[in-house]
């Protein structure tokens, strides 16, 4: 290739490449958002000297989750409600005369004798994971629905699924 078929095409090249550059549309940025305040967290830990009160049972965002869903058929706690669990056993430890009545449910598959048998499993199952964090045994009282009280009564699985559960019913909280 000759000089001047070089020159030709490192100038075509250079045009070529001009013309793409010239093309590239430049967007105005939006202006930043004006900072906003954080919200607050959401309160999972005791706030007065360590030790929840009756009063963080209506306030304490994890003392107000009050139901453990179980899997189908089955009564042992799956690990995502671990902190419902321990935040319910250290208030029971902070407060040795509150007392808790756990109520086991099912979904409305199955006999009535299993359904019960099931709803105390689980009912019991949430009362041993509470005494093995300190709580005593003396506050707890478990009952079974089994299928008596459906939430939901849809015949769908996500409908069953809400129904398996366990509800931490507070009876007397001092």
Known sequence: MNTFARISLAALLCVGLAACASKQEVKPQAPAPAPQAPAPAPV???????????????????????????????????????????????????????????QGNTDPRGSREYNLGLGERRANSVERAMEALGANADQFTV?????????????????WAKDRRVDIVYTKTE
């Open 44 to 102: 999972t830990q005791p706030v007065s000297n360590g030790k929840f009160t009756p009063a963080d049972l209506e306030t304490n965002a994890c003392l107000m989750k009050r139901k453990i869903f179980f899997a189908f058929n089955r009564a042992n706690i799956e690990s995502q409600y671990d902190d419902i669990v321990a935040c319910h056993a250290k208030y029971l430890v902070d407060n040795p005369g509150a007392r808790v009545t756990l």
């Open 143 to 159: 009952v079974s629905y089994g299928k008596e009280r459906l939430v939901c009564h849809e015949m769908t699985h996500a409908c």
